[in-house]
T-cell receptor
């Protein structure tokens, strides 16, 4: 049972335009959401996160939107640059006692930004 | 460079064998996490250690085990290997395990079981 789903395996966008990557989740206990970016032959790199008490978080060209009622998360990249071409993973976490946070990842979306 | 190192980068072995993957966390990080990424799949959380103690268990098979040593490096042991264990294995580390603690990932170990 996939609790975090990224239904688009790939997305192509023109340089300078907006990239929108989507993520859906099923577990209503998730309270913290993250996006990671992964280049080939490297590990995932943290990009941006959002707590369930917010519906938007911005960091430079990256904005994450959270729609709790729809259990939907999206990442907007504006403007898109060729260097943004990578696999983007959505991840979610439930509250955990002590010092543990278990992340559940989606299967990823390959973003290609065309020059 | 995330500061997390993993060795070896590649590992090719046969079914039934046992292998050990090693991870050195970023300096100062107390938590280590192990993830498995099979072909076209997302990362599956296996296990977390915090300052030498097991803190959380995910979808880790009984044939797999891990430990974190006093110097905070961690090893993931995979035994009785099967073809389906072929995957990328990532280690990540964080300062603690709080919601605001970012997990920094190593480059991964690619395991191929023939």
């Amino acid at each position: 049972d996939q609790q975090v789903k990224q239904n688009s395996p790939s997305l192509s966008v023109q340089e300078g335009r907006i990239s929108i990557l989507n993520c859906d989740y099923t577990n209503s206990m998730f309270d913290y959401f993250l996006w990671y970016k992964k280049y080939p032959a490297e590990g995932p790199t943290f990009l941006i996160s959002i707590s369930s008490i917010k519906d938007k978080n911005e960091d430079g060209r990256f904005t994450v939107f959270l729609n709790k009622s729809a259990k939907h998360l999206s990442l907007h990249i504006v403007p898109s640059q060729p260097g943004d071409s990578a696999v983007y993973f959505c991840a979610a976490s439930t509250p955990f006692s002590g010092s543990a946070r278990q992340l559940t990842f989606g299967s990823g979306t390959q973003l290609t930004v065309l020059p | 460079d995330s500061g997390v190192t993993q060795t070896p980068k590649h590992l090719i072995t046969a079914t039934g064998q046992r292998v050990t993957l090693r991870c050195s966390p970023r300096s100062g990080d107390l938590s280590v996490y192990w993830y498995q990424q099979s072909l076209d799949q997302g990362l599956q959380f296996l296990i977390q250690y915090y300052n030498g103690e097991e803190r959380a268990k995910g979808n880790i098979l009984e044939r797999f085990s891990a430990q974190q040593f006093p110097d905070l490096h961690s090893e993931l042991n995979l035994s009785s290997l099967e073809l389906g264990d072929s995957a990328l294995y990532f280690c990540a580390s964080s300062i603690g395990g709080l919601a605001t603690d970012t997990q920094y990932f190593g480059p991964g170990t690619r395991l191929t079981v023939l």
